[in-house]
């Protein structure tokens, strides 16, 4: 059964780090897709970025590039979305998911809910 | 960019009654295309990939249809737990794509 747990809450002030992590099991990492997922309250979703866990190659939106890191840890199957210098704007929830085809999630974590004030 | 474009943005029903949600794409996606539905407080679930695939574990009342820019969601028969937001979204390249702004069906 695929598992996908993600980080507990997080209270940042603006131009602080942060690391969110998000955890699957169950498939064969490496051969998945993983994205990040953004939902401000109240709002609709919008991709963050994907990586692939095989040759951690990255891509990102094009409203966050430069924003925001993504990485993988192969040997704990692990996914990380990181900050340099959280933003007020940054508040939101973020989710992560395995994706099918590269795009489509098929399998969902919790969610983190980052707040930055 | 593609955008999406889903129509209505609420769609007021009763139990029983057929829904049916419309996502549009400023251009062509071919059919490469899903659907989710989400709850207050919940992750997405995907419904629907490539136009017309059921996900995983999704009841025969969700089937989606469309191609090339103009795309439905169809739920055959709401059931309660069916209130919710749906959301389309798109594929045109290596990156994951758009989503649409969401749909609520009450």
């Known amino acids: 059964e695929v598992q996908v747990v993600q980080s507990g809450p997080q209270q940042k002030k603006p131009g602080e780090s942060l690391k969110i992590s998000c955890q699957l099991s169950?498939?064969?990492?490496?051969?998945?897709?993983i994205g990040w997922v953004r939902q401000r309250p109240e709002k609709g979703l919008e991709w963050v970025g994907i990586?692939?866990?095989?040759?951690?190659?990255?891509r990102y939106s094009s409203s966050l590039q430069g924003q925001v890191t993504l990485s993988v840890d192969k040997s704990i199957s692990t996914a990380y979305l990181h900050w340099s210098s959280l933003k007020t704007s940054d508040t939101a929830r973020y989710f992560c998911?395995?994706?099918?085809?590269?795009?489509?999630?098929?399998?969902w974590g919790q969610g983190t809910l980052v707040t930055v004030s | 960019e593609v955008v999406l474009t889903q129509s209505p943005a609420t769609l007021s029903l009763s139990p029983g009654e057929r829904a049916t949600l419309s996502c549009r794409a400023s251009q062509s996606v071919s059919y490469f295309l899903a659907w989710y539905q989400q709850k207050p407080g919940q992750a997405p679930r995907l419904l629907i990939y490539?136009?017309?695939k059921r996900a995983t574990g999704i009841p025969a009342r969700f089937s989606g249809s469309g191609s090339g820019t103009d795309f439905t969601l169809t739920i055959s028969s709401l059931e309660p737990e069916d209130f919710a937001v749906y959301y389309c979204?798109?594929?045109?390249?290596?990156?994951?794509?758009?989503f649409g702004g969401g749909a609520k069906v009450e």
């Open positions: 490539d136009a017309s």
């Open positions: 998911a395995r994706l099918l085809e590269g795009a489509f999630g098929d399998y």
């Open positions: 169950g498939y064969r990492f490496s051969n998945y897709w």
């Open positions: 990586i692939y866990p095989g040759d951690s190659d990255a």
């Open positions: 979204q798109q594929r045109r390249s290596s990156l994951p794509g758009t």
